[in-house]
């Protein structure tokens, strides 16, 4: 029944694209239309816009990316190990899978303090 | 077995039913909700003149934005910014196909086997979940990104990075109520707290995974990235109209979504109470239809609770600074999400 299940799915992804591309192609046929030049203008509490949009950001929210991206694969590991865990403890296994998660955590630990102490999750310097 | 065109026929309803619920009652009786409300707290009335109480204030802003003038600013990357609020609606509508809405039913004898209420029953259930919201991002990236305005790229950047920031601390609690239900299916998770509540074994997840909702979904005491005294209102500056309307629909169906998980994970999904189900007051939820509308609705009233949970911490705190909002994400819940699955993992294999 796997393609019963996903056409659900699918359907849904459908219908939310056509709840977007219908709004906006409504708004477009049924919208008013008075142009003036200066209601093209960026948004700058009503004077001439300053400063430009591709200036150069903080560092940090690039750091912040790379450092998810290792933090959150590693959640995903820790999700099949979270499903096993009951089926190990009822065949005894439970002190084993115990320190195998509990040795993953413990060098997730070593990296989230080596980022902490690297200033990586300081914003205010 | 069922018939298959009956199967088709009833997971259409489910669909068509759970589209129209949450996108066309929830999110606009919650908008109005959250502006009553508001009004309230600050000693105004807020929206009553539409409708009774006001509860076609909704109908009748969509009807407006729809109506305004499809504005298009100059300098914007128009494939990307008409891209944009589709974006933010798509993972908004996935993002319930997996959410079970009430018990395994027979609908009073209409079915031989009990059906799943639940759009799509995939196994992967809770990951789905997980995966489809944090698309989210996109959206709003996307849209600050092409807008040609600095406050748009300012609030895009930190919407960014506090989502993703977040989304570690709340996996991480998912991760132990994985393991007290031993599945990522949300029906089986429910069905593992017909005795007890996952909310007691797991408090401290719950302690990280509220806070954690509230930044993904970008509302006070975490809203930094429509901080409108700094960034106007963030990433969706430059829109107007109902490209604008879609975002906060998206926003507001996505807070429904994160509060369904909320209670399936931590409060029993439709179960009683901790310790009493519904069999014990003699109401039979699986083949009788009354019994399945009483446990639809009660969990319909516990979703209702966490959406106004919501509300009332809108309009009681007040907002964080940047560097508190990262530094309590990244030095206080993930730490204490990482500590939460080593205790829950020690009790259950040595208590």
């Known amino acids: ?125 | 077995m069922e018939d298959t065109t009956i199967l088709w026929l009833f997971l259409l309803g489910k669909i068509v039913l759970f589209f129209s619920v949450v996108f066309g009652a929830v999110a606009p009786i919650m908008i109005w909700v959250e502006r009553r409300v508001a009004g309230l707290v600050q000693d105004r009335y807020g929206p009553n003149r539409v409708g009774p109480f006001g509860l076609l204030q909704s109908l009748a802003d969509g009807i407006k934005l729809i109506l305004k003038e499809p504005l298009i600013p100059q300098g914007v990357r128009k494939p990307y910014y008409l891209l944009a609020p589709i974006l933010a609606v798509v993972p908004a509508a996935l993002s319930f196909a997996v959410i079970p809405f009430g018990p395994p039913t027979t609908l009073g004898g209409m079915f031989e086997t009990p059906q799943r209420l639940q759009i799509a029953n995939l196994n992967v259930g809770l990951i789905f979940v997980m995966t489809v919201t944090s698309l989210s991002v996109y959206g709003v990236a996307l849209a600050g990104w092409a807008s040609n305005n600095k406050f748009s790229v300012m609030g895009a950047l930190r919407a960014s990075a506090q989502m993703i920031s977040y989304e570690l601390a709340a996996g991480l609690a998912i991760v132990s109520i994985i393991m007290l239900s031993g599945s990522v299916d949300l029906m089986r998770i429910v069905e593992s707290q017909a005795g007890l509540w996952h909310i007691f074994p797991g408090f401290l997840a719950f302690l990280v995974f509220l806070p954690a909702i509230y930044a993904e979904t970008n509302r006070t005491p975490f809203d930094l990235p429509e901080a409108e005294a700094e960034l106007v209102v963030g990433y969706h500056t430059e829109y107007s109209g109902i490209k604008f309307g879609l975002f906060f629909l998206s926003e507001y169906s996505i807070m429904t979504t994160v509060s369904a998980i909320a209670v399936l994970l931590f409060f029993g999904g439709w179960n009683l109470l901790p310790g009493l189900n519904w069999a014990d007051i003699g109401i039979d939820i699986q083949n009788s239809m009354i019994g399945t509308l009483i446990a639809v609705s009660w969990f319909a009233a516990k979703v209702a609770f966490f959406l106004f949970l919501f509300v009332w911490v809108r309009w009681t705190l007040p907002r964080f600074r940047y560097d508190q909002l990262m530094g309590l994400g990244w030095k206080t819940l993930l730490p204490i999400a990482i500590f939460n699955i080593l205790i829950i993992a020690g009790f259950m294999v040595f208590a």
């Open chain 1, 1 to 125: 029944m796997q393609i019963f299940d996903y056409s659900g799915v699918l359907i849904l992804l459908i219908l939310g694209v056509l709840t977007g591309v219908g709004a906006i192609l409504a708004s477009e046929i049924l919208g008013s239309r008075r142009y003036y030049p200066r209601k093209d203008s960026p948004y700058e509490c009503g004077i001439p816009s300053e400063g430009a949009d591709n200036t150069r950001f903080s560092v940090k929210f690039y750091l912040v990316a790379v450092s998810f991206i290792l933090f959150d694969i590693e959640t995903i590991f820790l999700v099949p190990w979270a499903i096993e865990f009951q089926n190990y403890l009822q065949s005894g296994e439970g002190i084993f899978i115990f320190f195998i998660g509990g040795l993953f955590l413990f060098v997730l630990t070593l990296g989230l303090i080596y980022e902490w102490r690297k200033g990586l999750l300081d914003w205010n310097q």
